[in-house]
């Protein structure tokens, strides 16, 4: 039923589109941006409507004295309905993205309503004076730089494993951003967040305490050319070295989830079991022509990782404490193809956990036809597992984006 409504949603903005040509200026531009350009008549609104998907083919083995228990998959990794631009003033921009395939809409719960998660974001962009942005609704945390990089301006097929075992993903909240220039090239953006601390599209209330997270990013070089400080890729050949250094903090009080905002509800017998969880990222972006580096650190702790009851008997849940190193790198050969390189090491707390420490390493290779707009991208993984068998990964993407 919900399908339905969503379907049917979906059509009546088409069709408000075209019934009201009359009223709007209809502008269609080049391939990848956006599908209908909508601006009223008086200026007092402006609207981009843009679509994307990805189809993702998986082929995985384990490694155990040769490759066994072959497995493949074939699926729509991600698929997106998006819109953007100003209401009332310039000041006040909006961005609202609709996820459709039913990765984008997994996580049903009862905190969700038992109901598909269709928004990724729907947020308000107030500038409300000089250099100061205050954002309100729900929308990515100042985390890592690999989370908050779009997932269709990746560098390689998908995000690594630091990314899904620590990133904070998107909450509802508020931000503040701000940013100056220390001289003439050197820039500094700083961020604070304050969010419900459960996660996206959750309808229940606030079970736990709240979030706060804050982040500062260092240019000293300046800014990238076209955002490019969160884009994998040097696609723009940067002329000269252009270099991001990034720090975030984030405090979750009374957090009910094992990884922060993210993942499972700890349960035990008087309903929610809950910790302080801090989380720190360490990171970097450099490119310069056509070479591209990205290094990430991430940091897990708790106040008490191990979830109990009202007795001091243990429930099972614990909170996923640790740390994470990700190093990737690439080389455009041309304005069209690259070669990449990622390692990743995942360290969780042994002690806590029960699990030891997970390496990947990975080889890709990528073919940009209209840069991020239109891509195939194909890698091979090879991830040692300590504590269970080790696996072998080939992906082949194409993603287009209108």
Known sequence: MTTKILLNAVKLVFLCVITTSSAQEINTGKFGSGLFNLKGKDSSFTMKIGLRFQTLANFNW?????????????????????FDGFAFSPKLKYKLELGLSNRDQSGISQFTSNAPRYVMDAVLKWNFAGNFVLWFGQTKLPGNRERVISSGDL????????????????????QLRHRFNLTDTFLIKEIFSISQGEGRNVTTGNVGGYQYTTRIEFFPFGNFTSKGDYK??????????????????????????????QGAYMLNDTGFYSTNISTLFIDAMYKHKGFSFMGEYANRNA??????????TLTGDIVQVGNGLNLQTGYLFSKTVELSARYTNVTLNKNITGKGAENQYTLG??????????????????????????????????DIHF
Do not use: C, M, W
Not at 157 to 170: A, C, G, H, P, Y
Not at 232 to 260: C, I, M, Q, W
Not at 303 to 312: E, V
């Open 365 to 398: 290779i990528s073919k940009y036809i209209a840069g991020h707009k239109l891509k195939v991208q194909s890698d091979i993984s090879y991830t040692d597992i300590g504590f269970k068998t080790n696996k072998l990964l080939y992906r082949l993407q194409v």
């Open 62 to 82: 384990d490694i155990d004295n040769g490759l066994s228990n072959p497995n493949s998959s074939f699926l729509i990794r991600r698929s997106r309905l998006k």
């Open 155 to 174: 560098q390689q097929v998908d995000r690594s494993l630091l990314n899904s075992r620590f990133n904070i993903d998107r909450d509802i909240g508020i």
């Open 232 to 261: 994998g890729s040097d696609l723009k050949f940067e002329k000269k070295p252009k270099l991001s250094v990034g720090v975030s903090y984030d405090f979750n009080n009374n957090a009910v989830r094992n990884r922060s905002n």
């Open 303 to 312: 106040q008490d990782a191990i979830a109990k009851n009202s007795d001091g």
